[in-house]
Nanobody
Framework: QVQLVESGGGLVQPGGSLRLSCAASGSIFSIYDMCWYRQAPGKARELVAAITSGGKTNYVDSVNGRFTISRDNAKSTVALQMNKLKPEDTAVYYC??????????????WGQGTQVTVSS
C-alpha cells in the first residue's frame, strides 16, 4: 500500500523558516515527479513547487527565490525548505507524487496535508 506522509508544518513568524518533508512508503518500483501544493481557506489548491526524478525544479512565481524543493531518491523523500515566510504563505501544504507501485500501474498519490501558519 503506497502512502505519502508529510511532516514539518507549524506556526512561524513572518520572515521565519520551516522545512517540510514528505516520505513515500510501500512497495514502490519507481517515483517520478514529486510536488508540493498548498491550499489556503477559501482558495483553490495551487502548485507551489515541483521536482523531477532527475532534479529539475519549478516554482510558482510567488515563492520563487524563497522556497527550495529537493528530493532524496535513496530515501524516497521530498522536502520543501521555506524561507522568508509571509502571512500569505499560510495554507495546508500537500505532497504529491507520481508513483509506479510494484505490481500495479503508475498513478498519482497525495499526502494528508500539513498546516503551515505564518503569523505574529
Amino acid at each position: 500500500q503506497v502512502q505519502l506522509v508529510e511532516s514539518g508544518g507549524g506556526l512561524v513568524q513572518p520572515g521565519g523558516s520551516l522545512r517540510l518533508s514528505c516520505a513515500a512508503s510501500g512497495s514502490i518500483f519507481s517515483i517520478y515527479d514529486m510536488c508540493w501544493y498548498r491550499q489556503a481557506p477559501g482558495k483553490a489548491r495551487e502548485l507551489v513547487a515541483a521536482i523531477t526524478s532527475g532534479g529539475k525544479t519549478n516554482y510558482v512565481d510567488s515563492v520563487n527565490g524563497r522556497f527550495t524543493i529537493s528530493r532524496d531518491n535513496a530515501k524516497s523523500t521530498v522536502a520543501l525548505q521555506m524561507n522568508k515566510l509571509k502571512p500569505e504563505d499560510t495554507a495546508v501544504y500537500y505532497c504529491h507524487a507520481d508513483i509506479w507501485p510494484v505490481g500495479s500501474g503508475r498513478d498519482h498519490y497525495w499526502g494528508q496535508g500539513t498546516q503551515v501558519t505564518v503569523s505574529s
